[in-house]
């Protein structure tokens, strides 16, 4: 039995939640599973599993090994399209992280359509709000909505992202419209974990206006924040690709649209430009393409 083969069944463990999850994936018996996991675990040297009947976590040991194993299994991916891309095609998996809105507005598309013409590729969206750990949860590509970027890592700008202000007619009907942009301290504002939670900023030719807000939301999802929006609950900031066609249908009403909110650039992020392999770079040439023909972005 390899140690590879044991570090992939040991990921399908713990991403899959339980050995029998693992085993319906792989479409092995539970046996041959529980047998990677205790070759595993002899290798390492201790127990990377707490397990009960009902649930399983993974040890302090088990954490280290599963941030070691999926860099082991994306090495060895890198090789597979090495190899691949020598015979004109590619293979191998990539880790992708991005933010919700991301997903649904060209991501998830993208991913679909470069996935039809390398059938051999397998691609894992980790779609989250936060700025994922790219080496300690094995990332291999992440694409970021921000101005500020942490320097350690490597970040290509593919374009920009706008956001405007929202409410639904129902929580205007009952509190009024705010006519500017000081207008919003009187308001219920829904504000974003990972941003100012106290200050909205918008700009109007050289004039900057700093709007202390509060408000009785606050979530770490952009899209709980979209919801609360068009349930009437208050007023946040929204990108506008994902509240444009509710604005159009008329479920949101765009506030103080002679003002604008700070644009954030769209970068993809990965780790090192050293351990980029053919699989990365035509991922990174196919979206970079995709999203500079699309005006909106840019």
């Known amino acids: 039995m390899d140690r590879l083969s044991a570090l992939k069944v040991f990921i399908i463990i713990v991403e899959q939640g339980s050995l029998s999850g693992a085993a ?3 479409d092995i018996e539970k046996t041959k599973v529980s047998r990677y996991l205790s070759e595993l675990e002899r290798w390492v040297g201790t127990r990377l599993l707490h397990r ?4 399983q976590s993974l040890t302090e040991a088990g954490e280290k090994t599963l941030t070691h194993a ?3 299994d994306s090495i060895a991916g890198d090789i597979n399209s090495i190899i691949d891309q020598k015979n004109n095609s590619l293979s191998g ?10 997903v ?4 998830l598309e993208a991913v679909n359509e470069f996935c039809a013409k390398w059938p051999e590729v397998k691609i894992e969206l980790i779609v989250t709000d936060r700025d994922t750990h790219l080496i300690e949860e094995g990332i291999d590509l992440a694409v970021r909505t921000s101005n500020h970027l942490d320097l350690n890592v490597v970040a290509k700008k593919i374009g920009m992202c706008r956001s405007v202000v929202v409410a639904s007619p129902q929580y205007l009907l009952a509190n009024g419209t705010p006519i500017a942009p000081q207008s919003l301290a009187e308001h219920n504002c829904l504000s974003f974990s990972y941003a100012d939670k106290h200050k909205w900023y918008f700009y109007r030719e050289d ?9 009785q939301v606050t979530a770490n999802v952009s899209n709980i924040l979209l919801k609360a929006t068009l349930s009437g609950v208050g007023i946040s900031q929204q990108p506008l690709v994902s509240s444009l ?3 159009k249908s008329g479920q949101l009403v765009q506030l103080l649209s002679d003002w604008e909110l700070k644009k954030n650039g769209i970068y993809l992020v990965y780790a090192s430009r050293k351990q980029m392999t053919p699989l990365h770079r035509s991922f990174i ?3 970079t393409e995709k999203i500079s023909n699309d005006e909106f972005w840019n």
Do not use: H, W
């Open 104 to 107: 649904n507005a060209f991501l």
């Open 24 to 26: 319906k994936l792989l």
């Open 93 to 102: 998996r990539l880790r992708i992280s991005c933010a919700y809105y991301m």
């Open 285 to 287: 040439d196919f979206i």
């Open 245 to 247: 066609p509710l604005i």
């Open 70 to 72: 999926y860099q082991i």
């Open 207 to 215: 004039n900057v206006e700093t709007v202390p807000i509060s408000g």
């Open 52 to 55: 009960t009947t009902r649930t």
